[in-house]
């Protein structure tokens, strides 16, 4: 019976052992976890009723990889939506005000939040030529002030960044955080085009299936909140998994097997096959001794830092609550607050009777610094913030922080072909794979997308060998 090794029990290590038993029944799959709790950045906690999130807030339905993983645990019953407002109404902190986010062409035709020349640059990138020479490599900023102009970049691309990456866009790769949109310029010779083009060919392909035009995309959780997800693959994985391991070292084998990975103290395991699932700078350090060039490339995949800062406020003392997703306040701005999401307006549940629960996310690349204030002085710099932007007359009644020091993996100048070349030379060591967020996506779905393409070799390679 071959073994495969997976080392890290978030997400990506979990969504792995699941779909391979799935497909191969017959492999022995070991999943080790260095905490004792499993999902690594995704979490949930119940404190009387205010039901915090610590790390992502929900998926989107972009992809169907987290839904299809949802209905082949049986959870598929049990998701729940993002409400209506929430995928409406979502806004942006600028000068030290909320401005709604428009929706659709007519929105962007009235916002106040571009000039009328930064209206023009925008709606007329469908006409705007495409160069003859692309750059191999460029930030986001630059990409998107190249097509759309510098305002839709400072505006929409920096909250766009912000909210997913806590990044900065003229750090960031296009191709390797938003791959879709180089393509986009390359196959319609418009980013608008393109996504209108892609709109109506999912048009197409339901209409083929005998399916309703698919509607927008939106963001789901569980009643109970994602550790729901990390539950159901726990309980279905059982007693593959190891907790309270941390991997030291990955060796090639001389054995019948190819690898040894090695644990703390005399801990080792024998595998046909290594997944490692666990974040860049953690699998850097396991392939140190095998290959200390890899291991720099690997290390070189730097992360972002971030702070949760979960308010639980009375309802009354709210007396302006936009009903919404929450608010963005672009990086560029350097506030204190990255944004916020009004969870008990995305999600039922999340608060008791009578209180909202919010969420700040507070650091990023640029204000690193607000992880490292201790728990007072982060809460009363978010209140701070709640006060401006939402008008709350009085101090929250429930407070939960989490630090993340590694948080979001940063795809700058460069990743791709950082990427390539680390590819490369594991395609020179059979049966040792990478993956996690710190490659080709950041998102949940790029994690269990990922995880899927990583289960299909792994049961193609070992059946055949
Ligand atoms: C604050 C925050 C908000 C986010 N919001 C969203 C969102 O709303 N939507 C969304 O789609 N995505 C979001 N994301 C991103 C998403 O949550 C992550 O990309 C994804 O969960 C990563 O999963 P992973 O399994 O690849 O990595 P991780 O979650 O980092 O899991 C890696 C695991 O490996 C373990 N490990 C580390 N070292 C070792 C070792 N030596 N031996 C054994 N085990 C080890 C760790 O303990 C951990 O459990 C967010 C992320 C953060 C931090």
Same mark, same amino acid.
């Given at each position: 019976m071959p073994h495969v090794v997976i080392i890290g029990g978030g997400l990506s290590g979990l969504a792995v052992a699941f779909r391979l038993k799935q497909l191969a029944p017959d492999v022995s799959v070991r999943v080790l976890e260095h905490r004792h709790r499993l999902g690594g950045n995704v979490g949930t906690e119940d404190h009387n009723g205010f039901r *915090?999130? !610590? @790390? $992502?807030n929900g998926f989107l339905d972009r992809t169907p990889f987290v839904p299809r993983l949802c209905r082949d645990l049986g959870l598929a019953d049990r998701l729940v939506a993002g409400s209506e407002a929430a995928r409406k109404n979502r806004y942006l902190f600028l000068d030290e005000r909320l401005r709604k986010l428009p929706g659709g062409l007519l929105g962007l035709l009235t916002t106040s939040l571009l000039s009328t020349r930064g209206k023009w640059q925008l709606l007329t990138e469908p006409i705007r030529g495409t160069p003859s020479q692309l750059p191999a490599d460029e930030s986001i900023a630059e990409f998107v002030t190249r097509r759309a102009g510098k305002e839709a970049a400072n505006i929409f691309a920096d909250a766009l960044v912000t909210g997913i990456h806590a990044g900065d866009p003229a750090l960031l790769s296009v191709a390797s955080a938003f791959p879709r949109l180089p393509v986009m310029e390359r196959e319609a010779g418009s980013i608008i085009r393109g996504f209108m083009r892609a709109s109506k060919q999912r048009r197409k392909e339901a209409k083929a299936r005998g399916e309703p035009p698919p509607g927008p995309q939106r963001m789901w959780s569980f009643r109970e909140g994602l550790g729901v997800l990390i539950d159901e693959l726990a309980s279905q994985l059982g007693p593959s998994i190891t907790t309270g391991v941390k991997v030291q070292s990955v060796e090639s084998s001389a054995g019948v097997a190819g690898w040894v990975v090695r644990g703390d103290g005399r801990d080792a395991w024998s595998a046909d096959a290594v997944v490692l699932a666990c974040p860049a700078y953690e699998q850097a350090e396991i392939l140190a001794d095998l290959d200390p060039g890899l291991a720099q490339d690997i290390a070189g995949i730097t992360y972002n830092r971030i702070a949760v800062v979960a308010l639980g406020y009375r %309802? &009354?003392?709210? $007396?302006g609550q936009p009903d919404g997703f929450g608010y963005i306040a672009p990086q560029n701005t350097r506030r204190d607050v990255l944004g916020v999401q009004w969870c008990s307006s995305i999600y039922p549940d999340r608060a008791p009777e009578g209180y909202v629960l919010w969420r700040a996310l507070c650091g990023g690349v640029h204000r690193a610094d607000m992880v490292d204030r201790d728990d007072d002085s982060l809460m009363r710099a978010v209140h701070e913030e709640m006060k401006l932007a939402?008008? *709350? !007359?009085r101090s929250p009644v429930f407070c939960r922080i989490v630090r993340w020091h590694n948080a979001i993996p940063q795809y700058t100048i460069g990743h791709r072909d950082r990427v390539a070349r680390i590819d490369a030379v594991i395609? %020179?060591? $059979?049966g040792l794979i990478l993956t996690g967020n &710190?490659? %080709? @996506? *950041? &998102?949940m779905g790029d994690c269990v997308e990922q995880a899927e393409i990583v289960a299909a070799k792994l049961a193609r390679d070992l059946a055949t060998s």
């Amino acid at each position: 019976m071959p073994h495969v090794v997976i080392i890290g029990g978030g997400l990506s290590g979990l969504a792995v052992a699941f779909r391979l038993k799935q497909l191969a029944p017959d492999v022995s799959v070991r999943v080790l976890e260095h905490r004792h709790r499993l999902g690594g950045n995704v979490g949930t906690e119940d404190h009387n009723g205010f039901r *915090v999130e !610590t @790390g $992502p807030n929900g998926f989107l339905d972009r992809t169907p990889f987290v839904p299809r993983l949802c209905r082949d645990l049986g959870l598929a019953d049990r998701l729940v939506a993002g409400s209506e407002a929430a995928r409406k109404n979502r806004y942006l902190f600028l000068d030290e005000r909320l401005r709604k986010l428009p929706g659709g062409l007519l929105g962007l035709l009235t916002t106040s939040l571009l000039s009328t020349r930064g209206k023009w640059q925008l709606l007329t990138e469908p006409i705007r030529g495409t160069p003859s020479q692309l750059p191999a490599d460029e930030s986001i900023a630059e990409f998107v002030t190249r097509r759309a102009g510098k305002e839709a970049a400072n505006i929409f691309a920096d909250a766009l960044v912000t909210g997913i990456h806590a990044g900065d866009p003229a750090l960031l790769s296009v191709a390797s955080a938003f791959p879709r949109l180089p393509v986009m310029e390359r196959e319609a010779g418009s980013i608008i085009r393109g996504f209108m083009r892609a709109s109506k060919q999912r048009r197409k392909e339901a209409k083929a299936r005998g399916e309703p035009p698919p509607g927008p995309q939106r963001m789901w959780s569980f009643r109970e909140g994602l550790g729901v997800l990390i539950d159901e693959l726990a309980s279905q994985l059982g007693p593959s998994i190891t907790t309270g391991v941390k991997v030291q070292s990955v060796e090639s084998s001389a054995g019948v097997a190819g690898w040894v990975v090695r644990g703390d103290g005399r801990d080792a395991w024998s595998a046909d096959a290594v997944v490692l699932a666990c974040p860049a700078y953690e699998q850097a350090e396991i392939l140190a001794d095998l290959d200390p060039g890899l291991a720099q490339d690997i290390a070189g995949i730097t992360y972002n830092r971030i702070a949760v800062v979960a308010l639980g406020y009375r %309802r &009354a003392d709210c $007396p302006g609550q936009p009903d919404g997703f929450g608010y963005i306040a672009p990086q560029n701005t350097r506030r204190d607050v990255l944004g916020v999401q009004w969870c008990s307006s995305i999600y039922p549940d999340r608060a008791p009777e009578g209180y909202v629960l919010w969420r700040a996310l507070c650091g990023g690349v640029h204000r690193a610094d607000m992880v490292d204030r201790d728990d007072d002085s982060l809460m009363r710099a978010v209140h701070e913030e709640m006060k401006l932007a939402m008008g *709350v !007359t009085r101090s929250p009644v429930f407070c939960r922080i989490v630090r993340w020091h590694n948080a979001i993996p940063q795809y700058t100048i460069g990743h791709r072909d950082r990427v390539a070349r680390i590819d490369a030379v594991i395609a %020179r060591c $059979p049966g040792l794979i990478l993956t996690g967020n &710190a490659y %080709r @996506g *950041v &998102a949940m779905g790029d994690c269990v997308e990922q995880a899927e393409i990583v289960a299909a070799k792994l049961a193609r390679d070992l059946a055949t060998s």
